[in-house]
């Protein structure tokens, strides 16, 4: 079965980093595209990144510049570089098989001072 497990969150001052993976198994990794959700508290979950099976990559704007999207399919393991994080990105991080209803458990990330 489809399993997607995510880990590399926790808790960060502003303007720190963090490096989010999800480990997918169940399924021919190469070809399917991949994405990061968040969900903050009170809001709805929406899209943060996604990687196609080619590479190309696509970001939500509030992320754009900072955080990084990429994929190693010999791994089978999409990553997410967060770079000079916000209060505002403060929220459960869910991996994706892009277009489809399989979604990992989620990972938070927390940023405070």
């Known amino acids: 079965q489809v399993q997607l497990v995510e880990s590399g969150g926790g808790s960060v001052q502003p303007g720190g980093s963090l490096r989010l993976s999800c480990a997918a198994s169940g399924f021919t990794f190469r070809s399917v595209a991949m994405s990061w959700h968040r969900q903050a508290p009170g809001k709805e979950r929406g899209l943060v990144a996604l990687v196609s099976t080619g590479g190309s990559t696509k970001y939500a704007d509030a992320v754009k510049g900072r955080f990084t999207i990429s994929r190693d399919n010999a791994k089978n393991t999409v990553y997410l570089q967060m770079n000079s994080l916000k209060p505002e990105d403060t929220a459960v991080y869910y991996c994706?098989?892009?277009?489809?209803?399989?979604w990992g458990q989620g990972t938070q990330v927390t940023v405070s001072s």
């Open positions: 994706n098989v892009q277009g489809a209803d399989y």
